[in-house]
């Protein structure tokens, strides 16, 4: 018998219809975190679920946590605002690719330095949504968009492996066509205690669709399926067949220590930790 979960308790209703198009994957990926927080039985009320601007970022207002839906590219500054101020409570990320890595992009560098507890879930559909599908930093090569007509020719930033370099601690890349999978890394993400980022591949079928050419949303779920590869099914291939594949998995799993308690620490020293 499949497990129960109760997604629509965490919805506000009042707030829907949602502005999200047909076919988009937004609503896969708010599910699948939906599922993993109430998996994991973490309590909404010690919760803050923090975004910028942009499409997927409008998810803040459907969400009955405690929500900020701040400025284009400041959840995370925001957030870490949060978990300073009340490390306590339970404080996650939901943003965009080009929220997170345009003009976020140093916000997200230093998150993940820090190794903050915060989980971050990136919507990565590789273009803006919002305001008409402009190139974002992870728009690939030769896709030709609002801004990059005659295609982009800038190399786009790869951005799990950025975390993994900028420190951390867990790292996990998922996709709307995998929707099991995606709900595991994002519960794995939440137990992690530092920094974690959960990039969710998803599908706009409106605006990257068009650009890329590749079609509507069953097109792009199916290009998911066949151009990205389970970390267990990779291991088993010889590298000529999992040549230009994307891979899906737990891609980094550290430990150090998490930068509230150490500042807590420092802070307290002589009061044994007292925050
Ligand atoms: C300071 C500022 N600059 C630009 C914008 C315009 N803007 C709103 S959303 C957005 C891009 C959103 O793209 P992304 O974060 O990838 O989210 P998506 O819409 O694709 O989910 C931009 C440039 C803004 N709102 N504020
Ligand atoms: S424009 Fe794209 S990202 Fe935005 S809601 Fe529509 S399909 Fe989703």
């Given amino acids: 018998m499949p497990k129960r ?13 949602h502005i999200w198009c047909p076919g988009c994957g937004n609503g896969i990926v708010t599910s699948a975190f939906l599922r993993s927080f109430d998996d994991l ?8 679920v923090v975004s910028g601007i942009g499409c997927s970022s409008r998810v803040t207002g459907y969400l009955d946590f405690n929500t900020l839906h701040t400025t284009h590219g400041r959840a995370l500054a925001f957030a870490t605002g949060v978990k300073l101020g009340n490390p306590k409570l339970e404080v996650i990320v939901m943003t965009g690719d ?3 890595t345009a003009i976020g992009g140093n916000h997200f560098l230093h998150a993940c330095r820090r190794n903050i507890n915060i989980t971050t879930i990136v919507f ?5 949504g919002m305001t008409g599908g402009q190139s974002s930093p992870l728009t690939p090569r030769e896709v030709s968009t609002r801004t990059a ?3 982009n020719i800038e190399e786009p930033l790869k951005i799990s492996e950025l975390a993994i370099t900028a420190g951390a601690t867990f790292v996990a890349r998922g996709a709307t066509f995998y929707p099991l999978q995606l709900e595991e890394l994002i519960r794995q993400a939440l137990e992690n205690k530092g920094f974690s980022l959960v990039e969710a591949i ?15 949303a069953v097109e792009m779920l199916k290009w998911q399926r066949d151009n ?19 891979l899906r998995g737990v ?21 044994q930790g007292r925050y």
């Fill in 98 to 100: 080009g929220d997170l």
């Fill in 5 to 17: 979960y109760n997604v629509t308790n965490y919805l506000r209703k009042s707030n829907m219809p």
């Fill in 41 to 48: 039985k973490i309590n909404p009320d010690q919760t803050v």
């Fill in 124 to 128: 990565n559909n590789s273009i803006y």
């Fill in 149 to 151: 007509p005659y295609g």
């Fill in 251 to 271: 891609l980094s799993h550290t430990r150090r220590q998490e930068y509230v308690e150490e500042y807590k620490q420092q802070l307290f020293s002589d009061k």
């Fill in 202 to 216: 998803t599908q706009c079928p409106v605006h990257y669709g068009r650009a890329s050419k590749i079609g509507g």
């Fill in 228 to 246: 990205t590869i389970s970390m267990t099914a990779a291991n088993r291939l010889p590298s000529e067949a999992k040549k230009n594949k994307i």
